[in-house]
């Protein structure tokens, strides 16, 4: 389902409103009242922290029971930049636990204070779990490509993201915890994760196009002996976010070095995935 465009910043999916109509129908307007403002909170903590870093954010989307703040550079910039982005948003339900706590100390205990106390936890448990497109799934995914490449990472991460779903599923079904916001919630992030799988070599492409017009000074450097029979398109699979590599191969006239970014060029401007590292010194240039 696609979310509807309330202005230019600010999408909203249409199981929202049917979250909306349930608090509505059931006299829960107050409850669905807070629970959307540390929501909107939470996306506003990611929202800032984009914007101080200078990301092109597009708008930000509010769905069941959360929300994202869409840009097209949570892939691309610096591992720093994208981490502490993702911290944003769950460390606004820090601060939002000590206003709630001031509040009880003043006006003493209320059900509604009780009811925010609640959802606080839970939207940034919710969060943390490693599911994709949530908080967890970002950083699990951060994580894993500071050990592996950047198209290994985002698979594996899908992987684990699609297993943490069905499992939390199923002991919510057999603790018999499960609600119809349960169910729309755990189906939407599913829904999330296979377009995400389709989606993979357009987000490993845009990566490498990031890679090959943007300076690499910043990464790590590694060089690798590999064979001169290895092609361009095993070195493009093998790029990591936080390694700039330098490939060594050795030869009866010496050793030949192959730069990535070199690889990257060869591979996106001259369309030779099959060319082997080798045979790079005979192109003509």
Not at 9 to 19: E, G, K, N, R, T
Not at 150 to 160: E, R, V
Not at 269 to 282: F, Q, T, Y
Request: aromatic share 12%; net charge positive; charged share 20%.
């Amino acid at each position: 389902m696609k979310a509807l465009k309330i202005n230019h910043s600010i999408h909203i999916h249409p199981l929202f409103f049917l979250l909306a109509l349930s608090a509505f129908f059931t006299g829960a307007i107050y409850e669905f009242i807070i629970l959307f403002s540390i929501v909107a909170m939470h996306e506003l903590g990611h929202y800032r922290a984009a914007r101080s870093h200078g990301w092109r954010v597009s708008h930000i989307e509010f769905w069941l029971l959360g929300g994202k703040v869409v840009s097209e550079e949570h892939t691309t910039r610096p591992v720093k930049e994208q981490v502490h982005v993702t911290l944003a948003g769950p460390f606004q339900h820090v601060w939002i636990f000590i206003l709630l706590q001031l509040l009880t100390m003043i006006i003493g205990p209320h059900p509604l204070l009780s009811a925010a106390f609640t959802f606080n936890s839970m939207i940034l448990l919710l969060n943390l779990l490693p599911v994709w497109p949530l908080d967890g799934g970002k950083l699990l995914f951060y994580l894993l490509c500071q050990q592996i490449s950047f198209k290994k990472s985002l698979k594996l991460t899908l992987l684990i993201s699609i297993i943490a779903i069905i499992i939390s599923v199923s002991w919510l079904i057999f603790d018999e915890r499960m609600t119809l916001a349960g169910t729309l919630l755990a189906g939407f992030l599913l829904l999330e994760n296979v377009l995400e799988w389709k989606r993979q070599m357009y987000v490993f492409m845009r990566y490498i196009l990031h890679r090959l017009d943007h300076d690499t000074a910043e990464l790590k450097v590694k060089y690798l002996k590999v064979d001169p029979r290895t092609t361009i398109d095993a070195v493009i699979t093998n790029i990591r976010a936080n390694r700039h590599y330098f490939y060594v191969l050795k030869r009866e006239e010496g050793l030949y070095i192959v730069d990535e970014q070199e690889c990257l060029s060869i591979y996106l401007k001259r369309n030779r995935p099959k060319l082997c590292l080798g045979d790079i010194s005979n192109l003509s240039s």
